[in-house]
């Protein structure tokens, strides 16, 4: 978030902060504040986030556009609010100081139409837009080329591993995410093998029933060689098999995220 000309607001995975507050420390030469602790993060989403904001903060919310943010005021304290979210509908998350987040949890619940969700329908929602998690579908050993996200990169400067990038853009990469759909509603699990035939050819990165499709459906890395929309794959561990096609990002794609 560019707060001011000079002034950015960084928000990175809680699970990793300490990490990336390290790497940052190292490299880069401005000043630098862990407001971690001092700093909530509440995530309203749903078809009807923007009418719950409106009677909050008032119509000034319907001027919001995606990917931005704005202060409002709730609770008489000020509010960071951003179109943003990790669900692929229609969601603002909310920054307000942790003294205070019990209150605006409080108050948000107080209306009849929200309802408190947790990691799992989280997890279930960003599978079904497509969206890659940290720490399970990418580390620190993988490429936003190798997990398709080069298209956030700008490649015209030089930054840490531009070298890496510039390297797999022109000659390939040994391993691409893929998305896929099980024939089934089995859900395929973290490392379950991922065939073509007798061949294997990568491993499942995340997997989940999809209440929107009826199915399961996942995520994993495969031999780019063998990468086609449309391919019969089989996800293998043990005993259990399920049988899949690789398919197009996003999975669902009825959801309200740009209305």
Known sequence: YKIKKDKWMLVVNAATSKKDEAHLRKHLHTKLENSSEDTAKLDLQGPFSRDVLRDLVGPDIDRLKYYHFNYFFILGEKVLISRTGYTGELGYELYIGSERV??????????????????????????EIGYPLYGQDMDEKTTPIEAGLVRFVYLEKEFIGRSVL???????VKKRLI???????????HNYKIYVDKNEI??????????????????????????????????????????????????????????
């Open 102 to 127: 019990g209150e605006l949890w409080d108050l948000i619940l107080s209306d009849k139409r929200v309802r408190p969700a947790g990691l799992g329908a989280r997890d279930t929602l960003r599978l």
């Open 166 to 172: 510039l390297k797999q853009k022109e000659g390939g």
């Open 202 to 259: 990568g491993f499942v990165t995340s997997g989940t029933f999809s209440p929107s499709l009826s199915c399961g459906i996942g995520m994993g890395y495969i031999d780019p060689d063998y990468y086609k929309i449309g391919l019969k794959i089989a996800i293998r561990e043990g005993r259990i098999e399920i049988e899949a096609t690789i398919a197009n990002r996003p999975f669902y794609k009825r959801g309200s995220l740009r209305d």
């Open 179 to 189: 998305c896929f759909i099980a024939d089934s509603r089995r859900s395929p699990r």
